[in-house]
């Protein structure tokens, strides 16, 4: 089945550099298709993650977190924009017209908007779920470990700092997808940051956007 390649903080800093458009070229023969410039590919062939992984790693020249996802979860995940601002049929409305605040499908249906908020998802090494005793070490970094600082997922919204003052807001978590807004803020960063933390596996974050272009590869691949 194709795939999305995602590479983790790769091309940001002025560190972990290396040419994307480059490496899509070099893996030709799996008819990769590469999207900007901090490590996004859209695999056509038919190629197991093992392999994939492999060849990817391979052409690297530092060591860091590959996220793999099979076409049917990007499909999936892009198939039902969880920003949108649309209303279903089942939707219950208030005296207004509005969908409730209180609801967790009003709360998603009234999320800002805005040419300064940005819309993201943050993509996990693997399902978050109740963390064991032990701390998860980095394959990237193996002297680096990731401890999560809950022992079970935060209850969803989530805003970070606070709800009145939130750089950062977390409006749900689908299976290996984290989906929120960052407002275009430095701190906003930090604050991505600690998804990791929270969730305690490794993440890379995209613009939706960006899964939006990769969905769309493909559907049509």
Do not use: H
């Not at 390649?5 to 972990?16: E, K, P, S």
């Not at 394959?139 to 600082?149: F, G, L, M």
């Amino acid at each position: 089945m194709p795939s999305a390649v995602f590479l983790r903080a790769v091309n940001v800093g002025g560190t972990n550099r290396c040419q994307p458009a480059l490496i899509a070229k070099q893996l030709a023969k799996f008819d990769v298709v590469n999207i900007g410039a901090v490590g996004t590919f859209v695999v056509r062939e038919d190629v197991s993650e093992s392999a994939l992984r492999a060849a990817f790693a391979r052409r690297l020249p530092f060591k860091c977190e590959i996220m793999i996802c099979p076409a049917r979860d990007i499909i999936k995940l892009g198939s039902k924009n969880p920003f949108s601002r649309q209303r279903s049929r089942r939707e219950p409305r208030d005296v207004d017209g509005k969908a409730p605040e209180g609801s967790r499908i009003g709360r998603r249906a009234n999320q800002p908007s805005g040419p300064n908020i940005v819309r993201f998802v943050s993509v996990l090494a693997k399902r978050p779920g109740i963390r064991s005793d032990l701390c998860q070490t980095s394959t990237a970094s193996p002297a680096r470990t990731i401890k999560p600082q809950t022992s079970q997922l935060p209850p969803l919204p989530l805003s970070l700092p606070s709800d009145d003052e939130w750089l950062l807001k977390i409006i749900a978590i689908q299976d290996r997808f984290v989906l929120g807004l960052y407002r275009r803020q430095m701190k906003a960063i930090t604050y991505l940051g600690k998804i990791e933390k929270l969730l305690g596996v490794p993440a890379t974050t995209r613009n939706w956007n960006t899964i939006e272009k990769v969905a769309k590869i493909l559907s049509n691949a």
